[in-house]
């Protein structure tokens, strides 16, 4: 990883804008002088005469931006957030420069040319901030510009900050490892995550592994220890942050109202509330019934293809536990020979998944037709009709088996709060490559933080992993 090579936000987004600034104000009079579009114009005027109002802008949209923290760290901003900014800055400069222009006086102006840079400078001015997420999170995939953050505490805040940052690429964050007083935790590990020992390690942690940045997620009763950690981060120059845990709550868990100019704050558990069910049932009765009626063709000629191919039925059944710990039966295309459940305790020595997981890359016990399957995951296409009975989801949790469940922590069940899909965040980022602890971190994630918009990115992407096969086995 390339870590001598520190990416400066600012230094080529500014130049961006400025760019799409100057581009905007010479389209707005080519548009306006040239192709006169939406009104004629009684005279002519060169260029020239709209060089100051150029510069004006230039100068005066970037500063905006600066005050209002555009250029500030950009980790977890969305681009609707980077959009709401562009157009503040650019309203306030049009008023600004047509302020200028009123006191001035200048011999030739157009205010409807005003108006059109404006609106075009804010078409540009996102693309350009689209762009630059793209790169940034290419950059930070290939690891460049990565900052190394150790956790502070490996409770339950320290996990969820820590499923953040795994389903969270683009946040531009790698995890050392994290350190905690209780041994069971300091000496354990969270997937590849490993525990580093106690806070007393913690000095010498930052030194050896070059750490950026410390996230203290420890309960504010021990908030001695948390100014102790401050001063060594201070010390060693260190960024140091703190996750406040008001009752281990996210901010989607906190509802803030008033009592006659009084603050409160209510709790609300992180679940899908009745109209979030409703909208996600929609979306899976739609979609379940649409991918069946395009791919039933396709369902026919694999069914044909499995019977050709080997004997024994076309569907293999399964049990599976589904919301709140109920039992269902999957469907699946067979891709093993029959009798092969029998045979996974010899072996079990095989196994690559960890914890309850069993993952075999060449699997024996599969045949032609099922290899091909695995590895485009055509074998789940019969989990539509899971979808359509309300056993599944399109997008969820992985669904498992019982013996799983049975292995499970404590805090691995409450994957179990929402109904099983047939992808999910867990899919598109690494699938089978990831350990079972990254991907139950993943569903959590995404428990907490689903909206139809989530659900609809996940298949998006969902498309190019099941194409190429990656981490299919």
């Not at 969270?168 to 790698?174: C, Q």
């Not at 599969?366 to 091909?372: A, K, V, W």
């Not at 959590?444 to 099941?466: F, M």
Request: glycine share 8%; charged share 20%; net charge neutral.
């Amino acid at each position: 990883m390339n870590r001598d090579y520190k990416i400066s936000i600012p230094s080529f987004v500014v130049l961006t804008d400025v760019l799409m600034i100057n581009l905007a104000v010479a389209l707005a009079y080519l548009l306006r002088y040239r192709l006169q579009w939406i009104l004629e114009v009684a005279f002519d005027a060169p260029y020239r005469a709209y060089l100051p109002f150029q510069v004006l802008f230039s100068i005066i949209i970037p500063i905006l931006l600066w005050f209002d923290g555009a250029y500030a760290d950009w980790r977890g901003r969305s681009w609707l957030d980077h959009i709401y900014r562009i157009v503040n800055a650019v309203t306030n400069a049009i008023v600004i420069v047509l302020a200028i222009a009123f006191v001035a006086q200048p011999v030739v102006y157009s205010r409807l040319l005003l108006l059109e840079a404006g609106l075009i400078m804010v078409i540009f001015m996102s693309l350009g901030r689209a762009s630059a997420i793209l790169v940034l999170r290419r950059l930070r995939s290939q690891g460049i510009g990565l900052q190394r953050v150790i956790i502070v505490g490996a409770g339950e805040v320290g996990r969820r900050v820590i499923r953040t940052i795994v389903a969270r690429a683009d946040l531009g964050y790698e995890i050392v490892g994290y350190v905690d007083d209780n041994p069971d935790k300091g000496g354990g590990s969270i997937g590849r995550i490993q525990g580093l020992g106690s806070i007393d390690n913690l000095s010498q942690i930052i030194d050896a592994e070059d750490v950026d940045e410390v996230i203290v997620t420890l309960p504010w009763n021990v908030h001695r220890r948390i100014l102790e950690i401050l001063r060594e981060c201070a010390r060693r120059q260190v960024v140091a942050r703190i996750v406040p845990d008001l009752f281990q709550m996210s901010l989607s868990q906190v509802v803030v109202s008033d009592l006659g100019g009084v603050p409160m704050i209510g709790v609300r558990e992180v679940a899908f509330s009745r109209s979030a069910l409703f909208l996600k049932r929609v979306m899976d009765l739609i979609g379940s019934i649409i991918f069946l009626l395009l791919g039933s063709p396709l369902l026919i000629l694999i069914a044909i293809a499995i019977k050709l191919d080997s004997q024994g039925p076309v569907f293999f059944r399964q049990e599976r536990v589904g919301k709140d710990g109920a039992y269902f039966t999957i469907y699946k295309f067979r891709s093993m020979r029959v009798g092969a459940e029998k045979e996974q305790e010899q072996l079990q020595m095989l196994n690559e998944a960890d914890g309850p997981l069993f993952k075999i890359r060449d699997d024996p016990r599969l045949t032609r037709m099922g290899r091909f399957l695995r590895h485009t995951s055509l074998d789940e296409l019969p989990q539509l009709f899971n979808v359509l009975k309300g056993d599944m989801s399109i997008v969820g949790p992985r669904p498992p088996i019982p013996s799983e469940v049975e292995q499970y922590q404590p805090w691995h069940k409450k994957r179990l709060n929402v109904s099983p899909g047939m992808t999910g965040l867990w899919q598109v980022s690494g699938r089978s490559e990831l350990t079972f602890d990254e991907m139950v971190l993943l569903d959590l994630y995404y428990i907490e933080h689903w909206s139809p918009w989530a659900d609809i990115a996940i298949l998006l992407r969902t498309i190019p992993k099941v194409l190429l096969g990656d981490g299919a086995y």
